[in-house]
């Protein structure tokens, strides 16, 4: 029968150890300031189709049905289902991402993203090469965060080095985002110095390869980045981001200099998208280019981003190389739809529960576009992406004896 | 290729649907001409049977040959009677991209025979009575699952009976056993619920059911596609035409095999026009209630919420549910709203005049586009806050503000213009106005042109608060 267990009770036996505590509250006011950047699909842009099958593929086919010649069938009529698998012409080109002391860095190991021959997890036509890759938020000063997120971090807001420590060990990041909040003009203008300090705090703390992300004003990320490329050459970071109405020239040539890899984010604009890479590969190697094409909020602009993406990872594989990098996405945007940390009606309660499951909603929604960097906030919420894209790379097979009979659940 | 092509969005013109059409240009269509009408048909925008000529017996023939062109890859099928009858599939493509997905995912909550009465009907009611309002669209549950536990063919007739006393909304029976799916049938016999599920052991009588009672079938075999499209090749040789594919669903480690297999099934429809695979899906997130043993009921109901995100995503176009409860199930049916929206607009809100909180005559009055996530954005951000403002709405053709800037979609003259047609003028004592910060560039000409003085903004509509209290002196 129904169980009526009220949620509050079965908190205690809560097998995955996803620890969702009564009083998760909301108003993540940092990410409705991180949040939608403006953007727009242009109604023309959709008649340029990628189109799986475009290259000449054959599709295997089922043979029709006899026509029924009166009296009906008195066995099964077997058939076959043949998978349509196919062939792209082009790759995802593979982004390593931080550096062991090997390979001129020092952190413990690094990751590679990209990589993909084939629409994301179409395991039946061939395996994903690698696995989509968790990075957590960490802040280098006190910010405004949801209650949801902050019962979680509350006791390392302000210090960096313990913040990402946490996320590592207990939270289980592949990466940390360092944001350099701290450095915007409007906030504490932190010194690029400031900034490098914060960085090498981090760096002792773990061994996790690092996104650096800078605090949005184009001049000043430009200083920023550029002493921290000189401070550490050879990490391997992730540089997040370098974006149009910057100097773009400037920037990637002491990216490249130092060996880090570049964000390249645009606003929800394929086109833009390409222009800025075109622009890159001037100066730095497609294997240093992930981009970053903006993530908008499940609710407010979610279908845009991922048929965005979705596009973009068709193109790619079709053969537009300008769009074929691995993709990032800031999925800690999911938190500025009101829904997922407003109190609303009873019957919609608890936001606790709500709100992560906001975020995973909008990171899973992306993971079947394609995207290979996810940015996120809540641990509940990267627990579940992570078990998500390790049973989709898993390989294994449905276990029949325990699923198919569901009509029969006692549920 | 597939020698019953269907429908594929590209390579039909309205040239070949005009050709078939009456061409009496007798607008009776609504449309100025049969041409206008034909290109309306190609874009999906309305049904052909709104030309009421092609009626006529002489023109039965060209019918005929256009509901064949224009067939869907994926079937259409009705589940339910009435207002509340409930269209599943329908699909065109396979990408968002290529086209407007047709009939958005139904989903169904379910009941089963051993359920008390009362909770039965609270149930069916808490599904009957889901309702969210989102952006001008109210969302709601489409469905009933009526399952049979009990293994107990009376007790089964008695819950559909309740069930269908209760609700308009169609019902998904299932149970296995063909004996107590007559009986669930013979309960409500014209309500043309979705019977689930024919599989390679019951599928005769199944059949024998289905034509009986005019309802459409699952046909389910579990990971096992060759079996599933044998089913479904057998059925329609038995004469059986409505029905619907169940590939299983699995969760966990299962969730490779059972995105695989409704991908391959939804890209053998729409690329390879195989009618085997061209029905619509079933999935069934309420598998996750199998794995429940001593797991928190929240984090079953999290799984089971996840699992049909990633359905509605791929190509599921019906989804059986178990968890009800409101945080839970908004964040899938905001999902497949998303999912389902027409991928070629620019989501623009009318534009005009908003009013926050009790204005007086010294308040801030602010602009910004009609592009319909900036405009929610900057609503949300004076609304959360509790201010007292006067936000007017620029019709920049659903542009945001920068591109809109750039596209000169938003400009001075229809600043200007907006600002004279809002009348905000006659409600304030200053003239001062607020620009969004990625506007800058059009402030001093919005000057020139309004006569009112132009204050530069935040970029960022969560900075209004703090721009309000730092720089707003009326």
Known sequence: ?411 | MSEKKKAGLKELSPIDVYKLLPKTNCKECGQDNCMAFATKIVNREVEIDSCKPLFKPENAKNYAKLQDLLKPAVKEIVVGVGEKAKKIGGKLVMYRHEFTYKNPTAIAIDVTDEMSESEIVSRVQKTDNFSFEYIGNTLKLDMVAVRCTSEDADKFKAAVKKVSETTKLPMILCTLNPAIAEAGLMAAPKARPLLYAATTSNWKDMAELALMYNCPVVASAPNDLNALVSLAKTLMAYGVTDIVLDPGTFPAEGLPDTINNFTMLRRAATKGGEELAGLPLLGVPMVAWADKGDTADDLIKWREAYIASMLVVRYADVLILHGNDGWSLLPTTVLRQNIYTDPRKPVAVAPGLKVYGTPDENSPVLFTSNFALTFYTVASDIESNKLNAYLIVVDTEGSAIDSGVAGRKLTAERVADAIKASGVEGKVKHKRIISPGKASRISGEIEELSGWKVQVGPRDSSEIPKYLIEKWQP
């Not at chain 1, 189109?51 to 086919?61: D, H, L, R, V």
């Not at chain 1, 970053?292 to 053969?319: I, V």
């Not at chain 1, 992306?366 to 998500?388: E, I, N, Q, R, W």
Request: proline fraction near 6%.
């Open chain 1, 1 to 411: 029968m129904i169980s009526t267990t009220h949620h509050n009770t079965d908190k205690k036996k809560d097998a995955e150890g996803l620890q969702l505590s009564e009083d998760l509250l909301a108003a993540l006011a940092k990410f409705q300031t991180i949040e939608l950047e403006d953007f727009q699909l242009d109604a023309k842009e959709l008649e340029i189709i990628f189109e799986a099958g475009a290259a000449g593929q054959i599709m295997p086919k089922l043979k029709l049905p006899p026509a029924v010649t009166g009296g009906k069938p008195l066995n099964m009529i077997q058939t076959t289902f043949l998978p349509p698998i196919e062939t792209y012409p082009n790759k995802i080109t593979e982004v390593k991402l931080g550096a062991t002391k090997s390979e001129g860095g020092t952190r413990g190991r690094s990751l590679i993203i990209g990589g993909e021959v084939s629409p994301a997890f179409y395991t039946f036509e061939r395996p994903m090469p690698h696995k989509p890759v968790i990075t957590l938020d960490v802040f280098d000063m006190e910010v405004p965060l949801s209650k949801a997120v902050k019962m979680h971090v509350k006791d390392v807001v302000g210090d960096p080095a313990a913040w990402a420590k946490l996320a590592v060990e207990k939270f289980d990041a592949d990466m940390v985002t360092m944001h350099l909040i701290s450095v915007d003009p409007l906030l504490k203008d932190a010194t690029p110095k400031d900034a490098c300090k914060t960085i090498e705090k981090v760096l002792q703390a773990v061994d996790v390869p690092l996104v650096i992300g800078g605090c949005g004003d184009p001049v000043k990320d430009t200083a920023v980045f550029e002493e921290v490329c000189a401070q550490f050459p050879g990490e391997r970071f992730l540089i997040s981001s370098v974006t149009r109405d910057m100097d773009v020239e400037k920037c990637a040539k002491f990216i490249k200099k130092a060996g880090h890899a570049i964000l390249s984010f645009t606003p929800m604009d394929l086109n833009l998208a390409r222009e800025l890479n075109r622009r890159l590969y001037d100066y730095v190697a497609r294997e240093d280019i992930v981009m970053d094409l903006t993530t908008a909020a499940l609710g407010y602009g979610l279908d845009y981003a991922f048929t965005n993406m979705e596009r973009a990872r068709m193109g790619g594989l079709m053969g537009d190389s300008e769009l074929a990098h691995p993709m990032s996405s800031g999925t800690t945007n999911a938190w500025a739809a009101r829904e997922a940390w407003l109190k609303m009606g009873a019957e919609w309660e608890p936001r606790e529960l709500r709100g992560p499951l906001w975020e995973v909603t909008t990171a899973i929604t992306l993971l079947l576009a394609g995207v290979d960097l996810f940015m996120m906030m809540h641990p509940a919420a990267v627990k579940t992406l992570k078990d998500v894209t390790n049973f989709l790379t898993s390989g294994k097979k449905a276990d029949l004896s325990k699923y198919a009979n569901w009509v029969s659940i006692k549920a």
